[in-house]
């Protein structure tokens, strides 16, 4: 039995835990080549024990914290534990073996101390390419075959010898190999630099003290958990929506229903209800995206790191008190070879539905309905040389509003925190030109006293002919307001051709491959987020702000929030009018109590 | 070896440094006249709300002080907080913006990253309180094109004016102009400018291609918003430090501290006060690099602790470190000018031990501050903190608190420690105090290790330097932490960034955006990088010409920063003196392998390397600080340094009587072997046993472990 570390060395150690999962991750981005690891930071990074348990985790992008736990298992289906060696190095994405989805690759190297198998040092970055059917993004294929390689646990490092077959093997068989092969090395970078981190600390502080003082900090993390959890009323909660399509069979909208269950201090996520899987990639691996959204929720609405000053260890333990239920065959639990790389907005409106169904009784921590989404747009083309060019790119959207606040615009919400690119950057670099990128000014923001974010529109013109596949859903099913408050708005595509500007089409949220030519726009507007409360309880003077930073119009400000303003020549225009708006707000609350 | 100390040309100057910190105001005066040599310190409360007034009461106290007539003074150099607390408690100017049709909100979307990954109610600072309101972000139909930058759109002139007489009748104080690709191509913004000139005479009015003239359009654009929201408001406080000055009978040039490390005119402050917002922390670092060189170590590592934070720098082979300019930020806004590489970290002497909901032991990043202080102050604060530690522990001796200048009450700490921690976790007040101390060093060991480690620097080859107040207690833990060679207690341990301001130098640096693949570059790529280090080259003379530098007291630095093809991070790669050929790019590129490999573990050797920005460094020498040196001691057991012997914990747990020195009665070659407590005004050094501790020629104190014989 080893003793319990007591709190000082227990401190200590947490820190250098934590210290060394960060470094991993900016190493592995500083380093590596896309732009949607470098800039968007799509990765993750950390430490895991023998048993496959998360010990610390870069705080990079939520889809990948917590996710390595099943690529670990689903390694150990083709390389069990005692076939690790000091210096191997195993390449892994299969989505039916753990992986978060295909694109997701992890690097996973085993940590060794004094000739014993101690745990692991892996990361997970999205690639690119891997060679799927179309460019960079996947939508509508027959099954996972489709997705490009699949990588099930394979050694690319034997007692530290590549396998330059395997190498090669991926450098042909990637539309970019000039970026994936400089990201994958920046993820082995990454992964030998856990090692040895790890190792150091092993040999400070001794093995049994450093692992026990790991059980310690998941059970605190459990512990900090459950204590919130507790505090629900138990119970049955659920919500329900709906998604667009699975990208082929337009017009069939795909139910999603989420019960959470409140027993004590544990829950139980139940998909129970949801669509079953669909014939298109727009299905959601279990072990890598479903559980893992799940965890997000949980960690986000009751250990919120901005209203709860001392920070939780990032570790299993936040995760042991959450149980994830999705019936086999269904959208987030799809039997192979139905392929599942088109995943993100489904464990979005997973993590909302959540929020959605305990918001009655966690008043002070929800939201109103987010926008929930992602617009995921993989532009290429192929240069005159023959080469190539991918670019993904990631669109935020908005949230809802909260109990003490306005939801946040034009951001990155829920599931995904990445970085946007720089245009001018890429101005320099692709056949691509960015028109127009700044907040919707075609909608009015979801009413409420705390209103909704506004969402994004970014439109991106083509130089040269070429494709994109977009991977987005949510134009249909706007985000909710909440206690009194409005919806907000669905997305929109839309395309134009430059030299025509007045003919636009619309387009569903998701397609692939579609062809352009040279002087095409496409144009994301995001969803954006629904109302918190009684718009009538909104402070005059912010609706006046909404005014003169132009989210709404005076006309708006009377008919949603009951506010009057008058002209004034100040240069900014508009004045409140105090007594009209008392006035007005009476009328409206007698004319809606009658 | 240690150039700037040598250099000794004073011509009798009297020189002054005025560094203001959240508390204090602290002043050096070096006084060289007559072929004498004399260094006096001082000390004021800081004014926050206008913090010229202690420097101008400070400065006329410091004169008395050394028996020197204002009026004397030749030169008074100036390290503020006052453009970075302007931002942090936002309390800029009301800007104007004229941006691209189609792209208002560039510095409304930032990045789009948020602030926090596992959070809901998260605040996003750059949208709840933005440096510029979208109601004054205007745009205008324009269009530049990349990658060579052609008008595809010109610009509409009369939609510029519309807008800057709208700011006008708004009653705006700058206004910015930053539009698209101008890295590329500032035709645009420079008409822009001129016309908003026009309109308004008297506003304060930049572009976003003057302040930085770099790729990357949120950081650029955030910048120049940065420099117009800090501009008015930082050139008032300047003026009106300057009439105050003149009001008092001080004639002498002021110049003030830049983040990078330099010293700049105040002329050139106003044009540019994005460039001041480090400008506080920086002379700590630049006294720590004097410090070095007086004591012949080129390699240190800087810590500044103070009540609520600590700041953390390197120094390699003598040279400041550069922050990556991905990483320049203030207040989570981007500001893309160079700044040292001072990481801040919420620990020091006032930060709270607690137990939190879950029972984890916690120290910091919540601080006492100054009011209440920590418990043994008595002025209030209950909860136990760091400075409550080190008097339980013996460490700090209550009477002789900041000399005996203010009482403090070791029974207070006691109680705090006790109450709070001593008897929830079931340990003896010691053992809960050394927790204390354990806990808040591994935090700046940790943020020492992710500066120094994690950027490939092997601390066993470096000094540390502990300084600010607290820095010389926690000094020598530190030091076997991180495993560094030795550790040094500078001599004025409590005004080091004073003194840095002492032995700095003009500096300005000039960037362009100049996106060239090195490894393929033929004669015209070769030609237009060296034209366009020409024109930056031209730009630093001009600047130095204005300042009136001579020709042998000037330098230039070029530098290149780069990646290699298809990164998006760039690193800093020196350029060799003399054309810009083949051979010069060469260097170049295996200038980058090095750093690459140092700060990422890893280089590539086949990839194609390009050039992002390229930087000229502009440095015009000024006279530097040169203390004094000490008698020769050479005593092995200083007696008549010896005051009294008391009790201390030391780390291990044990209670060493254990003898305190004072520092004044030192002479140089003395050492001090541990257990061994020394003291000074504002500063103690802790001497654990097994250790050693040595004064240097100056005055500053080497501590290292006890040779074993």
Redo the contacts between chains.
């Keep these: 039995m080893t003793e319990t570390v007591d709190?000082?060395s227990?401190?200590?150690i947490g820190?250098?835990l934590h210290?060394i999962a960060?470094?991993m991750g900016?190493?592995l981005y500083?380093?590596?080549?896309?732009?949607i690891i470098?800039?968007s930071?799509d990765l993750g990074a950390g430490l895991f024990d023998r048993d496959f348990n998360t010990l610390a985790e870069s705080?990079?992008?939520?889809m990948h914290?917590g996710s390595l736990p099943g690529y670990l298992r689903g390694i150990e289906k083709s390389v069990p534990l005692d076939d690790w060696k000091p210096g191997d190095l195993v390449i892994h994405n299969h989505p039916y073996f753990g992986a978060s989805h295909s694109p997701d690759i992890a690097i996973v190297m085993p940590v060794f101390h004094e000739g014993a198998l101690v745990g692991f040092s892996a990361n997970t970055a999205h690639h690119v390419d891997i060679g799927a059917a179309t460019p960079g993004l996947i939508i509508d294929v027959p099954d996972m075959y489709a997705e490009g390689m699949l990588f099930n646990g394979l050694k690319l490092y034997e007692e530290g010898r590549r396998n330059e077959a395997l190498w090669r093997y991926i450098q042909g068989n990637t539309r970019v190999p000039?970026?994936v092969m400089?990201d994958l090395?920046?993820q082995i970078?990454s992964a030998?630099?856990g090692v040895r981190r790890f190792q150091e600390l092993l040999t400070t502080y001794g093995t049994e003290t450093v692992m026990q003082a790991t059980r310690q900090l998941m059970d605190?993390s459990e512990?900090?958990l459950r204590?919130e959890l507790a505090k629900i009323p138990d119970g049955e909660y659920v919500a329900e929506g709906f998604m667009d399509d699975d990208g082929r069979n337009r017009g069939q909208h795909l139910p999603v229903k989420v019960t959470v269950r409140i027993t004590g201090d544990s829950v139980e996520v139940d998909l129970t209800g949801s669509s079953a899987q669909v014939p298109t990639a727009f299905n959601v691996p279990f072990e890598g995206s479903t559980k893992v959204a799940c965890f997000?929720a949980f960690?986000?609405?009751l250990?919120?790191?901005?209203?709860n000053?001392?920070p939780?260890p990032a570790n299993e333990g936040s995760f042991r008190p959450v149980k994830v239920t999705a019936p086999r065959g269904s959208i987030y639990n799809p039997i192979a070879p139905a392929a599942a790389e088109a995943r993100f907005t489904q464990i979005q409106r997973v993590v909302d539905l959540i929020?959605k169904a305990l918001a009655p009784v966690l008043p002070d921590?929800?939201?109103a309905g987010n926008a929930a989404t992602l617009s995921f747009a993989a532009y290429s083309g192929v240069r005159r040389s023959g080469d190539y060019w991918v670019f993904l790119e990631v669109n935020?959207a908005a949230?809802g509003g909260?109990?003490?606040?306005d939801g946040?615009?034009?951001?990155?919400?829920l599931m995904r925190?990445?970085?946007?690119n720089?245009?001018?950057?890429l101005?320099?670099h692709l056949p691509l030109?960015c028109?127009?990128?700044?907040?919707r000014d075609d909608v009015f923001p979801g009413a409420g006293k705390f209103r909704g974010g506004m969402g994004?529109v970014k439109?991106q013109r083509f130089l040269e002919p070429g494709s994109i596949t977009h991977e987005a859903d949510r134009h249909h099913d706007r985000p909710w307001g909440i206690f009194g408050g409005q919806e907000g708005h669905g997305g929109k595509v839309e395309i134009h051709n430059a030299r025509n500007p007045a003919a636009v089409t619309q387009h569903p949220a998701k397609f692939s491959g579609l062809l352009t030519a040279a002087g095409d726009v496409m144009s994301y507007l995001s969803p954006c987020g629904g109302g918190y409360g009684d718009p009538l309880e909104r402070d005059p003077g912010k609706v006046l702000d909404d005014i003169?930073?132009?989210y709404i119009t005076p006309e708006h400000a009377a008919d949603a929030y009951g506010v009057v303003v008058m002209a004034v020549d100040?240069?900014?225009g508009w004045a409140l009018d105090p007594a009209a708006t008392t006035a007005l707000r009476a009328e409206v609350r007698s004319r809606a109590s009658t | 070896m240690p150039e700037t100390m040598v250099r000794t040309g004073q011509r009798g100057q009297v020189r002054v440094g005025v560094d203001v910190g959240g508390s204090f105001t602290d002043f050096v005066l070096d006084d060289h006249r007559g072929g004498g040599q004399r260094v006096v310190v001082h000390k004021v409360p800081s004014t926050p709300h206008d913090q010229s007034i202690a420097v101008v009461e400070g400065v006329l106290g410091l004169c008395r002080r050394a028996d020197v007539a204002p009026s004397d003074i030749n030169v008074l150099f100036h390290g503020t907080t006052v453009a970075t607390n302007m931002v942090i408690e936002r309390k800029g100017a009301e800007v104007g913006m004229i941006t691209t049709r189609g792209f208002r909100d560039i510095l409304h979307m930032a990045r789009h990253k948020r602030p926090h990954n596992f959070s809901l109610q998260f605040d996003v600072p750059w949208q709840s309180a933005p440096l510029i309101k979208r109601r004054n972000r205007l745009v205008v139909s324009e269009r530049i094109l990349p990658p060579d930058g052609r008008i595809e759109t010109p610009l509409d002139e009369a939609a510029v004016r519309a807008a800057a007489e709208l700011f006008r009748k708004r009653g705006l104080d700058a206004v910015v102009i930053a539009f698209l690709f101008s890295f590329l191509n500032d035709v645009h913004e420079r008409r822009a400018r001129d016309i908003v000139c026009e309109v308004m005479p008297d506003a304060y009015v930049c572009t976003s291609s003057e302040v930085v003239n770099a790729i990357r359009e949120y950081e650029r654009f955030s910048t120049v918003a940065m420099n117009a929201y800090i501009g008015p408001h930082t050139s008032a406080y300047l003026r009106q430090l300057e009439g105050r000055l003149r009001g008092a009978g001080i004639d002498a040039p002021v110049r003030i501290m830049q983040s990078n490390g330099g010293i700049a005119t105040v002329a050139n402050s106003i044009a540019r006060p994005v460039g001041l917002l480090l400008s506080g922390p920086a002379g700590g670092v630049i006294g720590g690099r004097a410090t070095g060189e007086a004591c012949a170590v080129a390699n240190v590592i800087t810590i500044d602790i103070g009540g609520t934070s600590a700041d953390i720098s390197v120094i390699r082979d003598g040279q400041l470190t550069i922050k990556n300019p991905r990483d320049t930020q203030v207040a989570l806004l981007p500001v893309l000018v160079p700044m040292l590489d001072i990481d801040a970290i919420g620990a020091g002497g006032g930060s709270i031990a607690y137990l939190d909901a879950g029972g984890a032991f916690r120290v910091g990043p919540r601080s006492a501050g100054a009011a209440p202080g920590p418990a043994c102050y008595g002025r209030g604060g209950t909860e136990p903190t760091v400075t409550d530690a080190q008097v339980v522990l013996g460490r700090l001796d209550p009477d002789r608190f900041l000399g005996g200048d203010l009482q403090i009450d070791s029974e207070l700490a006691r109680r705090a420690i006790e109450t709070h921690l001593a008897v929830p976790l079931g340990l003896s007040v010691t053992d809960a105090a050394l927790g204390v101390l354990r806990i808040i060093n591994h935090t700046m060991a940790l943020a020492i290790n992710a500066n120094s480690v994690a950027k490939g620097i092997d601390p066993r080859g470096f000094t540390l330097m502990a300084f600010g107040g607290a820095g010389p207690l926690h000094g020598v833990a530190l030091g076997e932490l991180i495993s560094a060679r030795d550790v040094i207690s500078p001599l004025h341990p409590g005004i080091t960034a004073a003194i840095g301001l002492l032995v700095t130098e003009l500096q300005y640096e000039y960037t362009r955006s100049v996106l060239i693949v090195l490894s393929t570059a033929g004669a015209a790529e070769l030609a237009r990088l060296e034209a366009a280090f020409t024109e930056l080259a031209a730009e630093g003379a001009a600047q130095l010409d204005s300042d009136g530098i001579p020709m042998d007291q000037r330098s230039y630095q070029r530098i290149m920063e780069c990646r290699y093809v298809g990164q998006g991070f760039e690193l800093r790669a020196r350029v060799p003196d003399g054309p810009i050929d083949a051979e010069c790019l060469q260097a170049v590129i295996r200038d980058l392998y090095d750093v690459h490999k140092q700060v990422y573990g890893h280089a590539f050797d086949d990839q194609a390397v390009e050039a992002v920005t390229l930087r000229l460094i502009a440095r015009g020498a000024t006279e530097s600080l040169s203390l004094p040196a000490l008698a020769h001691g050479g005593r092995g057991d200083p007696a008549d340094a010896l005051m009294y012997t008391r009790d201390t914990v030391f780390d291990d747990g044990r209670a060493l009587p254990t003898p305190r020195y004072g520092r004044d009665r030192l002479l140089a070659e003395d050492t001090v072997s541990g257990p061994a407590v020394i003291t000074q005004h504002n500063s103690t050094t802790i001497v654990p046993p097994g250790y050693v501790a040595r004064v240097l020629s100056h005055g500053d104190i080497v501590i290292a472990k006890e040779a074993r014989t």
Excluded: H, K, W
Aim: proline share 7%; with cysteine.
């Design positions: 709190p000082i227990l401190q200590v820190g250098a210290a960060e470094q900016t190493v500083r380093m590596s080549y896309s732009s470098r800039e930071q705080d990079s992008t939520p914290i000039g970026l400089g090395a920046a970078a030998e630099l605190y512990a900090m204590r997000f960690r986000a609405l250990l919120d790191t901005y209203t000053p001392d939780v929020i921590r929800c939201t935020e949230m909260r109990p003490a606040s946040p615009d034009t951001v990155e919400e925190n990445t970085r946007n720089p245009l001018e950057d101005g320099m030109i028109d127009r990128y700044e907040m994004v439109s003169l930073d132009d100040d240069g900014y």
